[in-house]
């Protein structure tokens, strides 16, 4: 179950469970409507949803579980991305509360799936990118969300780096804390903490990395992550002792770079 605090859980029937194979990024989407679409979305016959629904006023509705299941929003593009539907027209720009809340959704699936803080026009580069670069593969909708709305992304992208700067994105790791947690962890039984703070940071980008189940996303440096790491490890390139699961300064170097925190000695 992957769903963002402070957004109202409203599950609905059009979602493909388990159909996530990557978690590249967000989509941007206009409703080109206004209220609620949860009715719309829970009606098998409109074959539609989205992962967020964001209210002019900056209320967030969830409709599936973002990461693992996928929406039905932008056709070939659904396994792949996940998709934020915001209230109002194509030739309105977003407002202030809206920019504010889908910044809030970016950096939480920065945190939580890696998501770089980037504005890409592509149907396969990381990042916030909109539905109507897809074309006809991903359901033919060339003015969703619109130039105004399009445009504004560089600032939700700008917006969600600052959320970030005072958590999870400005974080600093110090490598001998989690190197001890690893060695000591383990043998101390079901979660024993030794710096918990920093072995969940590290726990967060090993989920991300799709590498580490959520239950074990708990601050202990435990057997699973242990065995995280090493997979980390030889997806790095490492193998034989230096895969053995107990960090070193250039893997976890590596792994910060790319999910936003610092390593220290
Ligand atoms: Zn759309």
Do not use: K
Not at 165 to 183: K, N, P, Q
């Amino acid at each position: 179950m992957v769903r963002m605090p402070g957004a109202q859980w409203r599950p609905v029937v059009n979602v493909h469970p388990d159909g996530v194979r990557e978690r590249r990024g967000l989509v941007l989407h206009v409703q080109d409507d206004t209220g609620s679409p949860y009715g719309w979305f829970d009606n098998p016959a409109s074959q539609a949803s989205s992962d967020f629904w964001v209210r002019r006023d900056g209320h967030v509705e969830q409709y599936c579980d973002t990461g693992t299941d996928y929406a039905w929003a932008q056709g070939a593009g659904n396994p792949y991305y996940a998709s934020v539907e915001t209230e109002g027209h194509p030739d309105t720009a977003l407002t202030a509360a809206q920019v504010e809340a889908v910044a809030h959704i970016y950096a939480w699936g920065h945190s939580v799936f890696g998501w770089p803080l980037a504005v890409v026009d592509s149907t396969t580069e990381h990042g916030f990118t909109y539905h109507g670069v897809g074309g006809r593969a991903w359901g033919n909708h060339p003015g969703c969300p619109g130039a105004l709305r399009r445009a504004q992304r560089p600032a939700v992208i700008a917006r969600a780096a600052e959320i970030l700067g005072g958590g999870a994105g400005g974080a600093s790791v110090s490598l001998a804390h989690v190197v001890d947690a690893a060695r000591r962890d383990p043998a101390a039984g079901q979660g024993h903490t030794t710096h918990r703070a920093e072995v969940l940071v590290v726990e967060r980008a090993l989920r991300a990395e799709g590498l580490l189940a959520a239950a074990w996303v708990d601050g202990s440096f435990g057997t699973r992550t242990v065995t995280a790491y090493a997979a980390l490890q030889r997806r790095y390139g490492y193998s034989g002792a230096a895969a053995d699961g107990i960090p070193g300064r250039d893997s976890l170097t590596r792994l910060g770079r790319a999910h936003g925190f610092e390593v220290t000695a």
